[in-house]
């Protein structure tokens, strides 16, 4: 499984060719479709299901989808174009469901707005209609009315239709239906701590920061200290996040937080044993096995070299079965039954897929379960009931999981954080996944995967190997897979940044064996998934953070900044009308969006440190990922960095002298890129932890999976030494990153 590639879409500039034999030329000037392939009952179909027909790339090339990838695409919806017939045949089906649907299955109102709603019925026709308010209280406010232009019935709602998710009854005559209304917010409101100042925080890889109490990786009690100390002791006001979905339950692990098995639970490698309740109350026998267990670990904690997960993980887990055998008090069984009640039926399905796994093994390779076992099937009920204390024991750990989490984001908080943890919200989940497993209609799965077109540095485009939400089956739910997904991250966070948040638009699917380049974008409504993101983030009066870097067209940073979302702005891609081309003139800090997070870097490049000193030039080369002479990609590097170097001189940040001598001024560079953030309009600012300890080190060189150590790279400082949990804080370097951050300037 390759790594996802976001540093490619937002430096690259796309090398599209034709994906298609009907595709423009690439020096063509159409920008549109021609009314003869307009007229195609093919086009017809995938435009009326949602499908896009044609795309502009990065290099603004007009693109036309193939037929192949059009037929494909249509299929994973369970839409048939295999043949004239059978496009003919699905028009008229989806013509005939649309005029007998009396109304659309989820709903989009706006808080404070009078809605109205048409009925798909004549005007005459004897309706009744009630709206069951989230609480389960009924509400009245409900007016019909003839609508004269159309000649039906229209249903309005007053402007007190409180915030949040209602159900909306109609029947009208012998027709019933039900709709999810989702009443959101106008606009997510900036937190009042925002209003009054300019904010910023952290980014961290929380698995790269140990401490002598770690189990060869960070975890959630090295998160709370580091939340901790990163307010008392540096100012800051947030702390982004890795990705803390759920993984696999027993090795292989997979290292990527960006390809969980899970969204809607939590990473259990993260937990800390020795934090748990329970812990200190073992019997001696038991405490003493579960110290030797961490002792044959801790060693780890102080080496530099790439983590090894697994063994992590193979010392931890059995620690924690322990723990979890010596049972609880009555006080902490009953808050358990009420974690459980509360999860519903979801933490089921994934603790028995979890069983299945560790059970039957991985769900690859020669093992079949996966495709030939449903979660109902008598064969799987057996196994959990044979194995209930293994089901117990794996929605135990999701419980101690959200404790510790909930516990390093209270300390975020009462130590003086503004907004505290900043989780980050990976685009999907693995393909063989415990939700793709346990609720397959919620996903196209099996014979398409998302990704994304080609582009400079992918030039056959990139497969992230992840089954998409199927679009037509969150319509008819009300988005509810969505909505529990987006609440409980908000319910250990202030904050979400959306990786690739144009996947609320738009998504790229990839047909099974026609290869990336060959997909077509999927629309989802984006009004239904920002409404569920304006209600759960005002409900912690936190914020959301689109990740909308590369080429997003403008329309959605419109349609996401009118809703209150941040777009996120990375001084090393921030060109002068926002150029793809490395060399071309950096943007004057002013230029910055106010509605922003601002930061000088992302994980998808090297710390700023190794960039400066090409840091992605040898790695490249070294792996062999460069598709050109590396003398040609060592020369754009060189241009980059010097675009930057003018840029920082010509706003008075460095000295020429300082510039013309880089290699020995990493730190005063690193400080002044930081300084430059702190001279923007950006609501929020951001600074990555691995500059402030001086790392050089790639976190996730994109395009990779066993070539290299992707997210297992642990801390160090710029020779290479480990820092651990305790130290990151009181280093001089971190604090003077952090006094820039604050704006106290030498």
């Not at 005029?99 to 709603?117: A, D, M, Y």
């Not at 998160?223 to 702390?239: C, H, I, P, T, V």
């Not at 994304?452 to 497969?463: A, E, H, L, S």
């Not at 050109?628 to 001189?649: D, G, H, I, K, Q």
Request: glycine share 6%; hydrophobic share 40%; aromatic share 8%.
């Amino acid at each position: 499984m390759q790594t996802k590639s976001k540093a490619a879409e937002k430096q690259g500039v796309t090398m599209t060719g034709a994906c298609s034999n009907e595709a423009a030329s690439p020096h063509s000037d159409q920008r549109t479709e021609s009314p003869a392939r307009l007229a195609r009952p093919l086009i017809k179909l995938a435009k009326a299901a949602g499908v896009a027909t044609s795309f502009i790339d990065q290099l603004g090339t007009y693109t036309e989808i193939s037929d192949a990838a059009l037929v494909a695409v249509l299929k994973a919806l369970d839409i048939n174009a295999s043949s004239d017939e059978a496009i003919e045949q699905s028009i008229a089906h989806i013509e005939d469901e649309n005029s007998k649907r009396l109304l659309n299955p989820t709903i989009v109102t706006t808080c404070g707005k009078p809605t109205t709603i048409e009925l798909n019925c004549p005007a005459d026709t004897d309706v009744n209609a009630t709206v069951t308010l989230e609480d389960g209280s009924v509400y009245e406010s409900i007016v019909l009315i003839p609508n004269l232009n159309s000649g039906r019935l229209s249903l309005t709602l007053s402007t007190d239709l409180p915030m949040g998710y209602h159900t909306l009854t109609v029947d009208a005559g012998e027709r019933h239906a039900t709709a999810t209304i989702i009443n959101a917010p106008e606009r997510i409101p900036v937190p009042k701590a925002v209003v009054e100042h300019q904010r910023w925080g952290w980014m961290v890889q929380m698995y790269s920061v140990r401490s002598p109490e770690s189990w060869g990786i960070g975890d959630y009690g090295d998160l709370k200290r580091l939340a901790q100390d990163a307010a008392e002791k540096s100012g800051a006001d947030f702390m982004l996040i890795n990705p803390i979905h759920a993984g696999a339950p027993i090795p292989p692990l997979e290292p990527s937080p960006y390809l969980p098995e899970s969204r809607r639970f939590l990473n259990v490698t993260y937990i800390r044993p020795q934090d748990i309740s329970e812990y200190t109350a073992l019997p001696a026998d038991v405490r003493e096995q579960v110290d030797a267990l961490h002792d044959s670990v801790a060693a780890r904690n102080n080496e530099s070299t790439p983590m090894d997960i697994n063994a992590a993980w193979e010392a931890k887990r059995p620690a924690l079965r322990l723990i979890f055998d010596a049972g609880r008090n009555a006080k902490r069984e009953l808050e358990f039954e009420h974690f459980k009640a509360a999860a519903g039926p979801d933490l089921d399905s994934f603790a028995t897929w979890c069983v299945c796994f560790e059970i039957w093994g991985a769900p690859w390779g020669e093992n079949r379960w996966f495709f030939e076992k449903r979660i109902d099937d008598p064969a799987v009920q057996s196994l959990v009931a044979e194995h209930h204390d293994l089901f117990e024991f794996n929605r135990w750990l999701q419980w101690i999981a959200a404790e510790q989490v909930n516990e390093a984001q209270h300390a975020a908080l009462n130590h003086g954080m503004a907004l505290g943890l900043m989780q980050d919200m990976a685009v999907g989940v693995h393909g063989l996944g415990a939700d793709a497993w346990a609720n397959p209609e919620r996903f196209a799965t099996g014979s398409v995967t998302v990704g994304c077109p080609p582009d400079f540095y992918n030039q056959q485009g990139q497969d992230w190997g992840q089954p998409p939400f199927n679009p037509r089956q969150l319509e008819a739910t009300g988005y509810q897979v969505y909505r529990e997904m987006v609440h409980s991250m908000y319910e250990h966070a202030g904050a979400v940044r959306i990786d690739h948040v144009l996947g609320l638009f738009r998504l790229w699917w990839i047909p099974q064996g026609l290869g990336a380049k060959n997909g077509a974008y999927v629309m989802y409504n984006h009004e239904a998934m920002l409404g569920v993101l304006s209600i759960e983030a005002t409900r912690v009066n936190g914020m959301v953070i689109g990740e909308d870097l590369g080429t997003v067209p403008a329309y959605v940073r419109r349609i996401l900044a009118d809703h209150g979302v941040l777009g996120t702005d990375v001084e090393w891609f921030a060109r002068v009308d926002d150029s793809p081309n490395a060399g071309d003139p950096y943007k004057e800090p002013s230029e910055y969006r106010r509605q922003a997070l601002a930061s000088v870097t992302t994980h998808d490049l090297p710390p700023t440190a190794g960039y400066l000193n090409f840091e992605h030039v040898q790695l490249r080369e070294k792996l062999h990922l460069l598709s050109e002479p590396v003398e040609s990609f060592a020369a754009s590097a060189l241009a980059e960095r010097t675009a930057m170097m003018n840029r920082l001189v010509a706003s008075g940040y460095i000295e020429q002298s300082v510039a013309d001598d880089v290699p020995n001024h990493i730190q005063e560079i690193v400080e002044a890129m930081h300084a430059m953030l702190t001279d923007t309009p950006s609501l929020l600012l951001q600074a990555a932890l691995v500059d402030g300890v001086g790392e050089h080190r790639t976190q996730n060189q994109p395009g990779t999976s066993s070539e290299y150590s992707n997210w297992r790279v642990p801390l160090a400082d710029e020779h290479e030494h480990v820092v651990h949990t305790g130290e990151v804080f009181n280093l001089p370097r971190v604090q003077s990153l952090a006094a820039v951050m604050r704006g106290e300037r030498k």
